[in-house]
């Protein structure tokens, strides 16, 4: 049992970091709202995806498409980071606050189900 887990840990890990080599695309369609106030920097961002789950996907006769991933980053810092699955909303809205200063650059990553990922960053107001 002990094998096969570290089997199983070894090929997620590999995948993992296959999607973290994989070029990210900028996107236009996606908005980034990040305000800092006595230094809390809350950011909304509005993510416009379709979310194609596996059934809708089937229905239309297509391949299934949704968001796995989000991460939100401030020069090397985590400042988010969330796993998702297709049950996120489609065009789905994130709101989250973190530390930091007005000046710095928030980029916001996801990678969705085939492993393709995108990118879009905005100045701290």
């Not at 996907?57 to 401030?74: C, D, M, P, Q, R």
């Not at 606050?97 to 905005?122: C, R, S």
Request: hydrophobic share 40%; no cysteine.
């Amino acid at each position: 049992m002990k094998k096969l887990m570290l089997a199983l840990a070894s090929i997620a890990l590999m995948a993992t970091s296959a999607m973290a080599e994989a070029p990210a695309t900028e996107v236009t369609d996606m908005k980034i709202k990040a305000s800092e106030k006595n230094g809390v920097v809350k950011a909304k961002i509005s993510i416009k995806h379709d979310m194609l789950t596996y059934d809708q996907a089937k229905k239309k006769g297509v391949e299934a498409n949704f968001i796995t991933h989000i991460t939100g980053t401030v020069g090397d810092k985590v400042v988010y980071d969330a796993s998702t699955s297709q049950f996120l909303s489609k065009n789905p809205l994130i709101k989250f606050v973190f530390n930091g200063k007005k000046g710095d650059e928030l980029k916001i990553t996801y990678t969705q189900l085939k492993g393709e990922v995108f990118f879009a960053t905005k100045e701290i107001k």
